[in-house]
């Protein structure tokens, strides 16, 4: 929410965006407009115990009214934790757990994603693991475990055939990390 | 008996004395390990399925045919694993679109997704596939006298119409309690038993939030248990009981420790394994409840 709307407490409703919801149902919250407000879903989260601004009751609400940079300027869809208790007690089957992640969709076609994120994509294009230790060799050593798990890290052609899927994916077309040839060097934990 | 075990990122570089746990238990109870050779992440939550439907089911469907060449089902001890697998499953599994599209894609490197394995998490695995009775057998210790507190993991649970092995009720999950008491194990019940531990991308995007969580369910533990023990069903869940304790420790958020390890660890323990190989990276002090537990 914009400094003025938070100082205010008033949304300009004729501001809103109204091609919002039309993105999200493309982007696979097919069933957005099933969502009565009924907040079961709200009751559920665990962002609403660990008190973030939005929720999946307040996500699918601002997407209703078309606050697009409400939602752009707040980091809580992507605290979401995918546990998916609204998506179980939801009585229209409206999938708020995938409504989220729509808009994470939306965001990051706007580039407004974390930078854990962009490094978790990074490492995964480059390691085939989002969340990779370069010294974690001396680690399983210490447990009785090869340096390596039998992973994309120890099967170079495994990793180029994951890169050659993930070429052909949507992420390709947005440009958010490089997508070249490369070894498996690279630090990443998210 | 074989199934194929999928590691994961977590499990591997953080905590691979739970991966060795696995590989221990296991062949320890029959069944053989597939290695599932060439798997990458699932893709995990802030990944793929962040960025596209279809782009999120490619990266898990590649893991799903290496399986399903196999003939094998798929082994996990993460729930995030777990749960991405299962989705992207179902996901292709219900909409033909989805699927068609996915295939298309892995054309490209002579795959086809064809939908024939499972995915399963290993303690649901060796409940439904053994039963707590063939298991407790096995045993060579036992977790007679301690009392311990589950964590059963967000991911084992919800949404239940995409996972193979269910809960009659997931909001009273039975599984790990049934699997815990089969070691000999007493289980406490709390009333924060269900909360999320806050691991994952609440504590990637804010710590203190995501700590307050954690913090929650073990005052709820100490308080109504008092447990010897906390057990979890998920490898991020026993990342986050096991790390956040020093810091909420040093904030003056809770003063006490509570050992926390994996059920496989548990079960590997309980069936020979050494002890270094499959606890030795607890950064909470789990030496004298591992003592207990190969006195018992």
């Known amino acids: 929410m914009s400094n003025v709307q938070v100082a205010t407490g008033v949304i300009n409703l004729s501001e809103g965006d109204p091609g919002l919801v039309n993105e999200i149902k493309e982007l696979g919250g097919e069933e957005l407009l099933e969502c009565i407000q009924c907040a079961k879903c709200a009751a559920a989260c665990p962002m609403v115990l660990a008190g973030f601004s939005f929720f999946n009751k307040r996500v699918i609400h601002a997407i209703l009214l078309g606050l697009r940079d409400a939602l752009l300027d707040d980091s809580s869809i992507w605290a979401c934790q995918s546990c998916n208790r609204c998506t179980e007690v939801c009585p229209r089957e409206v999938n708020p757990f995938e409504i989220i992640q729509a808009m994470r969709r939306v965001a990051i076609r706007e580039f407004a994603l974390p930078t854990l994120s962009i490094e978790g994509l990074k490492s995964l294009y480059d390691t085939g693991h989002a969340v990779y230790l370069a010294g974690a060799g001396s680690t399983r050593a210490k447990v009785g475990l090869p340096d390596k798990p039998p992973s994309t890290v120890a099967n170079l052609e495994a990793l180029k055939e994951l890169q050659a899927i993930i070429r052909q994916t949507a992420l390709a077309d947005l440009g958010i990390i490089p997508m070249g040839e490369s070894d498996v060097t690279e630090t990443c934990e998210v | ?296």
């Open chain 2, 1 to 296: 008996m074989k199934v194929g075990f999928f590691v994961g990122c977590n499990t591997a570089f953080n905590r691979p004395d739970l991966e060795q746990a696995v590989r221990y238990a296991f062949p320890a109870l029959g069944i053989e390990l597939d290695n599932l050779e060439g798997q990458s992440c699932c893709p995990s939550w802030g990944t793929m399925p962040s960025v596209d439907v279809v782009g999120w089911c490619a990266v898990g469907a590649r893991n799903h045919t290496i399986a399903e060449e196999k003939g094998l089902d798929i082994l996990t001890v993460c729930g995030s694993c777990y749960g991405s697998l299962a989705e992207s499953k179902y996901k292709m599994d219900i909409n033909p679109e989805v699927k068609a599209s996915v295939n298309e894609i892995l054309k490209k490197i002579g795959r086809e997704y064809k939908g024939t394995s499972k995915v399963r998490l290993a303690h649901y695995y060796l409940y439904h596939e053994l039963g707590p009775d063939r298991i407790r057998e096995a045993l060579k210790h036992r977790l007679d006298g301690l009392t311990v507190a589950l964590q059963p993991g967000c991911h084992t649970l919800w949404p239940s119409k995409v996972y193979y092995d269910k809960e009659e009720d997931p909001f009273h999950p039975r599984v790990l309690k049934e699997m815990c008491e089969a070691l000999g194990a007493t289980v406490g019940y709390y009333t924060r038993l269900l909360d999320c531990c806050g691991m994952g991308a609440m504590r990637s995007t804010d710590m203190e939030k995501a700590f307050k969580l954690v913090e929650k369910k073990l005052v709820s533990m100490k308080e109504e248990v008092n447990p010897d023990l906390i057990v979890t069903g998920c490898s991020s869940c026993l990342i986050q009981f096991d790390t956040a304790q020093e810091f909420l420790r040093s904030g003056k958020k809770i003063n006490f420790e509570i050992p926390v390890l994996h059920f496989m660890q548990i079960l590997a323990l309980c069936l020979g394994a050494d002890r270094e190989q499959v606890t030795g990276l607890a950064k909470t002090d789990v030496g004298p409840v591992v003592n207990r537990i190969l006195a018992g």
